[in-house]
C-alpha cells in the first residue's frame, strides 16, 4: 500500500445515467489511483499530459555537454511497484477531464490532513486586495496566489494562517527567508514559530523550514512532523518544479496547500508545473494596478551605456566574456561613479551582479570614494548578512554590493536605487529586482533602476531589450 496520498473513488453512477462508471483512487499528499482500476487510455492521457521536457537534458545536448543519466523528459505521473499510479494535487482538473472523457466519474476517498486548531489568532488588517487574496485561499484548499514585491505576499500568507487557525507549515528555501517569516509571525501573530532548518528540528503549531531540511529527515521523522499540519504554504513557489520541493510536497498530506509567488513564470518552461504542483491560481494582481491604487510607486529605469568591447564568437564564449565584463576597469569605474554620486545624494542604493568576486571589488572601489559600501555574497556569514541588512535599512550603510541572494525575500523599503551592473534576461530575476524599488516609505524619492548596458557586444545587448520590453510590460 502507498502513504501520503488521498483515495480516490469511482462510484456506480446514478441510475439516470448508465452509462457512467467507476474507478477508486486515494487523496493526501498526492492523488493515487489503483493501476488495475484506471482506463488505458485515461493512463495514456495522463502520461502525456504531466511529462514536459527537461530543461537540464535540453541544455546539455544543445552545448555538446555529457548527458549521462540525465533524463529526456521530466514525468510527473508516477507508477509505484506496488500497483499504485500517482500524479500530484494540482492535476486533478486534467484527471477528471480525462475520465469524463471515458465515461468515467470522479469521487475522493480523502486522507488528508486537517490539522489541529489554533484558537485565538488575532485579525490582520489587510488592503483591500489583500483581503480578497485571503479569501480565495479560504473558498479553495489549494493554489497560489500571484503578488509583485512590495505587495504583501508574507502578510497574505500570515493572514491565511490566522484565517484558517489550523496547525501551519512554512516552507522556504533559503534561511533569509526563514528569518523574515519567524519575524513576520511574531510581529503579526505574536507567534514564537517552530523551526526546521540546518539539522535544527523544533516544531511547534505554526513551523517554518526550509526545504533542504525537510528533505533531509527520515522517512519516520518525516512522516511524523508531516501529519501535524493541516496547512502548508510554499514561499517563492515558482520553485516548487525543483526535486527537493516535489520529494517534499509529494509527502506532505496537510489539506490546505498556498503558494506565494511574484513570479509564477519560468524561463525553462517548467511554469506548468507550479500548478500542478500546488493548484491553480486562486488570486492574482500586477505592479500596474498596485500603482494605481498607490500602494507601490512605479520606478524610473535609465539605461547606462558602457565602452567594454568583447570578441564574442557564439555560446562557448559567453562564460569568458562575462569573466572579462566583470574585471574590465573602464566599465567598473563608470559603475562606481555612478553609485558614488548616488550615494552621496543621500539615496540608499543596491548595486547588483552576479559575481562573488566582483562585489566585493565594487564596493572596495565605491569605498574608495568616501561612501559607505559593503559586499553582500553568498560566503558572508549568517550572523553578519543580519547586520548588514539592519545597518542599510538604518542608513549606517549607504551602498550595499549584492550578488543574486538578494533576488529573492530582500525587504529594504527604504531603497530608492538599484544598480544592474551584471548582464541577464531572466524574466523572473528581473522582475523580482524591479519589485526591490517599489515599496512605499516616507519621504522617498521616486525610485530609479540603473541598467548597464553593453551594447558593443550584441548577445549583451539583447539581453538589454529583452529586459527593455520587460520594464514595458511590468509598467505599463
Known amino acids: 500500500m502507498m502513504t501520503g496520498a488521498c483515495a480516490l473513488r469511482v462510484e456506480p453512477a446514478p441510475a439516470a445515467a448508465p452509462a457512467v462508471r467507476q474507478v477508486i483512487a486515494v487523496v493526501a499528499g498526492t492523488i493515487a489511483m489503483r493501476r488495475d482500476k484506471l482506463p488505458a487510455r485515461v493512463l495514456e492521457g495522463l502520461r502525456h499530459d504531466l511529462s514536459f521536457p527537461n530543461p537540464e537534458y535540453v541544455a546539455r545536448k544543445r552545448m555538446g555537454r555529457y548527458l549521462g543519466a540525465t533524463p529526456e523528459r521530466i514525468e510527473c505521473l508516477a507508477e509505484a511497484p506496488d500497483g499504485w499510479v500517482h500524479v500530484p494535487r494540482g492535476a486533478v482538473a486534467r484527471l477528471r477531464e480525462r475520465l469524463a472523457q471515458a465515461g468515467h466519474a470522479l469521487r475522493f476517498h480523502d486522507r488528508r490532513v486537517v490539522g489541529d486548531p489554533l484558537p485565538g489568532l488575532p485579525r490582520i488588517d489587510l488592503r483591500p486586495y489583500q483581503a480578497e487574496a485571503v479569501a480565495a485561499i479560504r473558498r479553495g484548499t489549494q493554489g497560489t496566489v500571484v503578488m509583485p514585491c512590495g505587495g504583501g505576499k508574507t502578510v497574505v500568507g500570515v493572514a491565511a494562517i490566522s484565517d484558517l487557525g489550523r496547525t501551519t507549515l512554512v516552507i522556504v528555501h533559503t534561511r533569509d527567508l526563514l528569518d523574515q517569516w519567524i519575524a513576520a509571525l511574531r510581529e ?36 511524523r512532523l508531516a501529519a501535524r499540519f493541516g496547512v502548508v504554504i510554499v514561499d517563492e513557489a515558482h520553485h516548487s518544479p525543483c526535486s527537493t520541493f516535489q520529494t517534499v510536497l509529494s509527502r506532505i498530506p496537510a489539506r490546505w496547500r498556498v503558494g506565494l509567488t511574484a513570479t509564477p513564470e519560468r524561463e525553462d518552461g517548467l511554469g506548468p508545473l507550479v500548478d500542478l504542483t500546488l493548484g491553480e491560481r486562486l488570486f492574482e494582481i500586477g505592479y500596474r494596478e498596485l500603482c494605481d491604487a498607490g500602494y507601490l510607486e512605479a520606478p524610473e529605469v535609465r539605461p547606462i551605456f558602457t565602452d567594454f568591447t568583447f570578441e564574442y564568437g557564439g555560446p562557448e564564449d559567453y562564460a569568458r566574456c562575462l569573466a572579462a565584463l566583470a574585471t574590465d576597469a573602464g566599465r567598473n569605474a563608470l559603475i562606481a561613479d555612478l553609485v558614488a554620486r548616488e550615494a552621496v545624494g543621500g539615496r540608499a542604493v543596491l548595486v547588483l551582479s552576479g559575481r562573488v568576486d566582483h562585489c566585493r571589488h565594487l564596493a572596495e572601489l565605491v569605498g574608495q570614494q568616501g561612501v559607505s559600501a559593503k559586499a553582500l555574497v553568498g560566503p558572508t556569514p549568517r550572523a553578519e548578512r543580519r547586520t548588514l541588512l539592519d545597518d542599510f535599512r538604518a542608513g549606517k550603510i549607504d551602498v550595499l554590493v549584492a550578488s543574486t541572494l538578494a533576488d529573492e525575500g530582500l525587504d529594504i523599503p527604504c531603497l530608492e536605487r538599484i544598480v544592474l551592473a551584471y548582464p541577464g534576461r531572466t524574466r523572473g530575476r528581473t522582475t523580482q529586482r524591479l519589485g526591490r524599488l517599489m515599496r512605499p516609505h516616507p519621504g522617498k524619492d521616486q525610485p530609479v533602476l540603473f541598467d548597464v548596458v553593453d551594447a558593443n557586444v550584441p548577445v549583451l545587448y539583447r539581453q538589454y531589450r529583452e529586459r527593455r520590453r520587460l520594464y514595458a510590460d511590468l509598467l505599463r
Open 188 to 223: 503579526r501573530l505574536g507567534l514564537v514559530a517552530g523551526v526546521v532548518t540546518e539539522g535544527e528540528v523544533r516544531p511547534g503549531p505554526v513551523t517554518v523550514a526550509t526545504v533542504q531540511t525537510m528533505v533531509r529527515l527520515d522517512g519516520g521523522a518525516f512522516a
